[in-house]
């Protein structure tokens, strides 16, 4: 297979750019991992791997774009939800369900965020906190505030409720090899995916309600 990049985008592939990004989260998801070989991007795209260096300059830029494509979809969903009009409780449930569903769809996406805010440089970690991070713990401020002022939920940290949400739905689907050894399957299937999407939901929601 030739090395040679394309010399102009109307060279590429149609679509190219993004069967790469989909491959590469392929490759992660399937063998729980937060890292690519360039020759299987290649062998799974059936892309010359030289796109990569063209599309996103090497396979950091690569690694870098698959955050963007997953983090901003993440945004605007909370974005639509926080402006529905929907009651505090019913919101929070709702959020809830969906983290769970996108850590499933994308086991890899807390572990990569960790290590690209952990080994970019400090421009890039703050524009991946700024982009990201920030516009979520606005949305949770936002929403636990609003549910304490309606008697909904307990008076508790945005920053702690925040790293307790997402740590809960983030572990279980990254942590396969835990899965394997001590309860005899490796396998996300969509019945484990929902039976942990309600477990999420009353626990998470067993802490933050008022008690009446």
């Not at 569903?101 to 805010?117: A, E, G, I, Q, W």
């Not at 309606?150 to 702690?160: A, C, E, M, S, Y």
């Not at 394997?180 to 490796?186: A, E, G, I, L, Q």
Request: aromatic residues 8%; hydrophobic residues 40%.
């Amino acid at each position: 297979m030739s090395e040679v990049a394309p010399q102009t985008e109307t060279e590429a592939p149609a679509g190219a750019r993004e069967l790469l990004l989909q491959t590469a989260s392929d490759i992660m998801r399937e063998g729980d991992i937060v890292d690519i070989s360039l020759s299987e991007l290649s062998l799974r795209s059936g892309l010359n791997s030289a796109l990569v260096k063209y599309y996103f300059g090497n396979k950091a830029g690569l690694m870098k774009a698959l955050l963007d494509r997953d983090m901003i979809g993440i945004v605007h969903s909370v974005d639509a939800l926080m402006a529905k009009d929907m009651d505090p409780e019913a919101r929070l449930r709702r959020h809830i369900g969906a983290m769970v569903d996108c850590y499933y769809n994308t086991p890899y996406l807390n572990r990569l965020l960790m290590r690209l805010v952990r080994e970019s440089d400090e421009a890039e970690s703050k524009r991946i906190a700024d982009t990201y991070l920030l516009p979520l713990h606005r949305a949770y401020d936002k929403l636990i505030k609003d549910g304490v002022k309606q008697g909904v939920f307990r008076k508790i940290d945005p920053q702690l409720f925040y790293f307790s949400a997402t740590g809960a739905a983030d572990r279980f689907f990254s942590a396969r090899l835990v899965l394997k050894h001590c309860f005899d399957t490796d396998t996300l299937t969509e019945e484990l995916r929902d039976a942990y999407r309600a477990h999420c939901i009353d626990f998470i929601m067993a802490g933050i309600l008022a008690h009446k």
